[in-house]
């Protein structure tokens, strides 16, 4: 009779389909992490150049012009917002990663 004819997969079989899932969980966290620092770091390598830029023309009273200072403070607030923003990805990417390391290592045999 089919009806008693149920059959699972062995342990091991498992263990490795969850350990291919998570694995292309980590590559994705990770690859995301990657990408995040990058455009943090980078961001930040521009945003210390722009602050001293308009430290320089903010000192220089003969060069000094407004609107290029208005326009520097408007570019490095919108920096300052977009690094918090990243700084948080980045944060919670990691806590993303621990939590999937942790589930890969409960899901390897013992």
Known sequence: MKLFNF????AGRDREKDLKRLG???????AA?????KEHDGLRRR???TQ???AFLYEDTDAIRPERLDRL???LMA???????????IERLETVAAEVE???SRSRPE
């Open 7 to 10: 059959r699972t997969r062995s």
């Open 33 to 37: 992490l990657t990408d995040a620092r």
């Open 102 to 104: 942790a589930l890969i």
């Open 79 to 89: 920096a300052s917002t977009r690094l918090a923003a990243l700084v948080d990805q």
């Open 47 to 49: 945003y210390e150049t």
């Open 73 to 75: 403070e408007v570019q």
């Open 52 to 54: 001293a830029d308009a």
């Open 24 to 30: 292309t969980v980590r590559d994705v966290v990770s």
